[in-house]
């Protein structure tokens, strides 16, 4: 028997269409209930027109330091991902060296040690 599972994201913008909360809940997520988030980026792949189609967001509030966390462990994640669902460890480990390349370019360490 197939079961179904839900994502719901849900956007509050301003009278300028400008995010101003981003909300998420997933059936599956083994935590219930509504969770806030200041971005996200999201992927899919149409198989008709054979393209990637993708939505990226933040809210207003959103703090650039935040945003280059995110980034670098967008990167980190895609790298785990394309190793998991292709077995080239080769090309992920390219994922991976660019990650570090752009965490030391933009200081991240300065900024996750900074309080």
Same mark, same amino acid.
């Given at each position: 028997m %197939? &079961?179904? %599972? !839900?994502? $719901?994201?849900?956007?509050?913008l301003d009278d300028n269409r400008v995010p101003e909360k981003i909300e998420w809940e997933a059936t #599956?997520? +083994?935590?219930? +209930? =509504? /969770? #806030?988030? &200041? %971005? @996200?980026?999201? %992927?899919?792949w149409d198989k008709k027109e054979n393209a990637t189609l993708g =939505?990226?967001?933040? $809210? &207003?509030?959103?703090l650039l330091d935040d945003m280059n966390i995110h980034f670098h462990q967008v990167l980190l994640k895609?790298?785990?991902? !394309? /190793?998991?669902a292709t077995k080239n460890s080769e090309a992920a480990d390219m994922i991976y060296k660019f990650s570090a390349e @752009?965490? /030391? &370019?933009? #200081?991240l360490d300065k900024k996750i040690n900074k309080g």
């Open positions: %197939s &079961k179904i %599972s !839900y994502i $719901t994201l849900t956007i509050h #599956e997520s +083994g935590s219930p +209930g =509504i /969770k #806030e988030a &200041k %971005s @996200f980026l999201l %992927s899919i =939505i990226d967001l933040w $809210t &207003k509030d959103m895609l790298a785990d991902t !394309y /190793k998991r @752009f965490a /030391k &370019k933009i #200081e």
